[in-house]
């Protein structure tokens, strides 16, 4: 049953409101009437139940200007007070969190459907005016339509336009079997490249929008960059050649899993740039060889973005979650080089509901409790031959090892050190991010970190990718006033923030302090060697339910047991511990100061006080409270390891961190 009335605000630019369309047409199934506030009404005028709202804010975008001038007033709609209004994300703001355009529009408007239909109708009147431009062509040649490379005076974006060698190359290649037509507007952009051996020039605005979507419909062939007529011509199924730039990577405006890109080709320089910065000076390189290649891939029907099998390599991923192996299988950049393999604990059937997505699935030898594995000689000879079985039969290439201090994966590593297979190891970060390194991870002593972090392409232009969420469930904030009436405590006494961890997880295994071995160890250090300081302890989330697991805690008459959120934490206090937590990074960001005794992103003593010997303990309020963050040391890290060393699982970066040396990897400037 169709809902009723809603509104949503459109895009401005033509290319998005192509992307659009099919979101657009689901709402106009789900509600009764759409009140969409649109510059291209042309496009959506086939759809039922939909009105148009005229966009009251004058933009300097030309285009929308022309296309809004070819409507009466009385053609409009206006916005009825009071209805809902459904909010599309702005998909640059998701690319930075490593979501496509598909998926950020899918989150204002979602399509349940497997495939989406990205078809644009494409209306008789629309054909008639192409025809007309057609018919003054007298030729038996392919028509082939080229947006040649040019930067928008009202939107520059230097970075995105790429090297018009690469058209021209392709120009001269097929001049006898295509008849080139350029489409540009001169009055509103600037050209970069002018392109020779063109048959027919459109480049001062001659043509309407309505006209050069008939012509993408009738062409044989679309050559463009990252403009309008890249999805035009997905959405009226015409051969489209993308050749990119830099600024951001085409195939994060696509998706492969969902769309038909069976007539589509993106090439792209490797390594691509994704820096977001519209006058940054990406890398531009794209090798010829590739460049014709894949225009024969496109030309002759060979649509498959993979390699031939015998081409690939095989990855084998050790421990992580289906979920999370499933978004590195459909990573098109490692779905395009790699095959797929899995290993866990966990059943094999939490991989094999992905169908083909992984080649094959196994499950490790028992070890019991996973959490506390017993892995004796006997047991760890098992698991050895196990994993040599698997690495040998698959001809495995690379093996990406999760959790890479628990006995299974330990036992992996050695495997694969034996059999001469590399071996990067990954932890979970924020947000749906992983960070790779190929010495160890944050929570060990040797680790990329400490040899990258003064030594990265800096991109300061980049916005850092600070972590939007946490990575537990936490409760509902409270303001100071209502903490210390809920927990009877002074405003005014002396505090320091424990924030917890669990007990058997491999981040409390490694410490900088000799002396201290456990995570009791130290608990007991802190709490004894402060009397008089009142320690507030928030258990980490997943203790909330084995609560009783910290009873010896319970025993210090000194803490005092809190189940708050960290952001109520971090408003209140400026004081923390904690051994080894991914909290101490968040903190960080927040400038709050910090005692640690283990390894985690930020070991260094500008950011925070390290226990590297018992006595240091002693006194922990006042020596974190003068304590100094230096702010050059915090913005390096921070920056390091929000934008370079976590990385999204559908990202391309991926594929060049597990494909490229770390010393050429961090001097990328992505």
């Given at each position: 049953?169709?809902?009723?009335?809603?509104?949503?605000?459109?895009?401005?630019?033509?290319?998005?409101?192509?992307?659009?369309?099919?979101?657009?047409?689901?709402?106009?199934?789900?509600?009764?009437?759409?009140?969409?506030?649109?510059?291209?009404?042309?496009?959506?005028?086939?759809?039922?139940?939909?009105?148009?709202?005229?966009?009251?804010?004058?933009?300097?975008?030309?285009?929308?200007?022309?296309?809004?001038?070819?409507?009466?007033?009385?053609?409009?709609?206006?916005?009825?007070?009071?209805?809902?209004?459904?909010?599309?994300?702005?998909?640059?703001?998701?690319?930075?969190?490593?979501?496509?355009?598909?998926?950020?529009?899918?989150?204002?408007?979602?399509?349940?459907?497997?495939?989406?239909?990205?078809?644009?109708?494409?209306?008789?009147?629309?054909?008639?005016?192409?025809?007309?431009?057609?018919?003054?062509?007298?030729?038996?040649?392919?028509?082939?339509?080229?947006?040649?490379?040019?930067?928008?005076?009202?939107?520059?974006?230097?970075?995105?336009?790429?090297?018009?060698?690469?058209?021209?190359?392709?120009?001269?290649?097929?001049?006898?079997?295509?008849?080139?037509?350029?489409?540009?507007?001169?009055?509103?952009e600037t050209n970069v490249y002018q392109l020779q051996n063109i048959d027919l020039r459109f480049e001062y605005g001659e043509l309407d929008l309505p006209t050069i979507a008939g012509l993408a419909s009738l062409s044989d062939m679309i050559i463009a960059y990252n403009c309008f007529l890249f999805p035009l011509g997905v959405a009226v199924k015409t051969k489209t050649c993308v050749i990119n730039g830099g600024y951001s990577d085409p195939n994060m405006y696509v998706d492969y899993e969902r769309m038909d890109l069976s007539k589509l080709k993106i090439i792209t320089p490797t390594p691509c740039c994704t820096c977001l910065n519209r006058s940054h000076k990406c890398n531009k390189h794209i090798d010829i060889s590739y460049l014709e290649s894949e225009f024969e891939n496109l030309l002759y029907d060979n649509q498959s973005n993979q390699l031939p099998e015998k081409d690939k390599q095989n990855m084998l991923i050790c421990r992580m979650r289906a979920t999370n192996s499933s978004k590195i299988a459909h990573n098109y950049l490692i779905k395009k080089h790699f095959n797929i393999f899995t290993v866990d604990h966990t059943s094999v059937s939490n991989y094999t509901t992905y169908g083909n997505l992984f080649k094959a699935s196994y499950r490790f030898p028992s070890v019991g409790d996973i959490c506390r594995p017993v892995v004796d000689e006997k047991k760890e000879r098992e698991i050895y031959k196990f994993c040599k079985e698997i690495l040998t039969k698959h001809s495995i290439n690379l093996v990406l090892n999760a959790q890479p201090l628990h006995p299974l994966n330990e036992i992996m590593k050695k495997a694969c050190n034996d059999l001469g297979i590399k071996v990067i190891n990954s932890e979970t970060f924020f947000d749906g991010k992983w960070h790779f390194d190929w010495k160890g991870c944050q929570y060990v002593s040797n680790n990329e970190i400490y040899d990258f972090v003064d030594h990265y392409t800096k991109n300061t232009k980049m916005p850092m990718l600070l972590p939007q969420t946490t990575r537990q469930f936490q409760p509902k904030p409270i303001t100071r006033q209502e903490f210390f009436n809920k927990y009877k405590l002074d405003p005014y006494g002396k505090y320091i923030v424990i924030l917890g961890q669990l007990m058997w997880d491999m981040s409390v295994k490694q410490t900088v302090n000799p002396e201290i071995k456990t995570y009791e160890q130290y608990i007991d250090l802190i709490l004894t060697s402060n009397p008089d300081i009142t320690f507030i302890f928030k258990p980490h989330p997943l203790y909330m339910r084995r609560i009783y697991e910290l009873k010896f805690i319970k025993k210090y008459p000194n803490v005092i047991f809190v189940n708050e959120s960290l952001e109520t934490l971090f408003n209140i206090f400026d004081y923390f511990t904690s051994f080894s937590s991914t909290t101490v990074f968040e903190g960080l960001i927040k400038n709050k100061r910090f005692a640690t005794i283990g390894f985690h992103f930020c070991n260094n003593d500008q950011l925070v006080f390290q226990l590297r010997v018992n006595h240091k303990a002693r006194n922990l309020y006042d020596r974190l409270k003068t304590l100094r963050i230096n702010p050059h040391t915090r913005e390096r890290y921070v920056r390091f390891i929000c934008n370079y060393y976590a990385i999204d699982l559908s990202s391309p970066k991926l594929y060049y961190r597990l494909t490229m040396p770390s010393e050429e990897y961090f001097q990328l400037d992505l």
């Open positions: 049953m169709k809902r009723g009335k809603v509104f949503i605000k459109g895009y401005y630019g033509f290319g998005d409101n192509i992307f659009l369309y099919p979101f657009i047409r689901e709402a106009c199934k789900q509600y009764k009437t759409v009140y969409l506030q649109t510059y291209f009404p042309f496009l959506y005028e086939s759809i039922p139940n939909i009105k148009f709202v005229k966009p009251q804010r004058r933009t300097t975008l030309r285009t929308c200007e022309q296309s809004i001038a070819n409507y009466p007033e009385s053609f409009w709609s206006g916005r009825p007070s009071g209805i809902r209004e459904l909010t599309i994300p702005y998909y640059l703001t998701e690319f930075r969190k490593g979501n496509s355009l598909i998926k950020s529009f899918n989150q204002g408007i979602p399509i349940k459907d497997k495939k989406i239909d990205f078809t644009l109708p494409i209306q008789p009147e629309w054909i008639n005016k192409a025809k007309g431009v057609l018919a003054q062509i007298k030729t038996k040649k392919k028509i082939c339509l080229i947006k040649p490379p040019s930067d928008r005076n009202d939107w520059r974006n230097s970075a995105r336009v790429p090297n018009g060698k690469y058209f021209q190359h392709l120009i001269n290649k097929y001049k006898d079997d295509y008849y080139f037509i350029t489409l540009a507007n001169r009055n509103i």
